[in-house]
Structure formats: structure tokens, C-alpha cells
């Protein structure tokens, strides 16, 4: 299979999305697969640290996935999740559905993307 990659800052390395149609949109496929879902977010776990920081003592409001740059809460994002708590998006980075109040060592500022006009997006990836 072929992978394609965006590399950013030098060293971080992205993979592109692959979708697939689910109802008529177009959706992540991580987002309809849990078993890719799982695999990507252990992925998340072991290179990033993803976590609860409140489990850590090391809570720190302003660097969780909610607010990262690259946690993705787009509308069509979240119809393929499925969720419309706010609790959940998809972490554009390790491509996986991640918790809002969770945290990784890859957290970047400037999110979420709520839409794909964002500058912040069209920039990051």
C-alpha cells in the first residue's frame, strides 16, 4: 500500500488521510474503523504520551486536545464520529478519535479546526 506523508517543522512526519463514504459523506477511515482507530491511537499512546493528564497530576487546562491545532471538530468530522457530546474530535496528527480533556507531547496551539476555511488549518496541514 502506498503512504503519503506531509512532513512538518523538519521532523514530524503526517500521514495523509484516507477516507472512505459512509451515508453519503466522506469520512477518516479511523472514524468508521475501530480497529484502525485503536491501532492509530496505541500509536498516539506510545510516541506522544496520550493521556489523562488529570491521571498524571499534571493537569494543565490550556494543552489538552481540545484546544490543540490539530484536533479536528469540523462539522463533517464529527457526523462521521458520531458524537455531538463536544467531548470527542479527531487528531489531524496520529488520526485517530481522541477526548477532548486528554493531552500528548505533540500538543500545538492554535485549535480546534471547526472548519476547513481555518487559516490554522490550511497552514498545519
Keep these: 500500500m502506498v503512504s503519503i506523508t506531509i512532513t512538518l517543522n523538519g521532523d514530524k512526519e503526517i500521514p495523509v488521510d484516507q477516507y472512505e463514504e459512509h451515508e453519503g ?3 477518516p477511515v479511523p472514524t468508521r474503523d475501530p480497529d484502525v482507530n485503536e491501532e ?10 496520550y493521556r489523562d493528564p488529570s491521571e498524571d497530576g499534571g493537569f ?18 464529527l457526523a462521521c ?3 455531538d457530546s463536544g467531548d ?11 477526548e477532548a480533556l486528554y493531552t500528548c507531547n505533540d500538543w500545538v496551539k492554535g485549535g480546534p479546526i471547526t472548519s476547513m476555511a481555518d487559516k490554522n ?3 498545519t496541514f
Design 121 to 123: 488549518y490550511r497552514e
Design 40 to 49: 492509530n491511537k496505541m500509536t498516539a499512546i506510545e510516541d506522544a504520551d
Design 60 to 77: 494543565v487546562e490550556s494543552e489538552v486536545c481540545g484546544n490543540c491545532g490539530a484536533y479536528n471538530q469540523t462539522e463533517d468530522v
Design 25 to 27: 459523506a466522506s469520512c
Design 88 to 98: 470527542l474530535g479527531y487528531c489531524q496528527y496520529y488520526k485517530f478519535v481522541c
Design 81 to 83: 464520529i458520531g458524537d
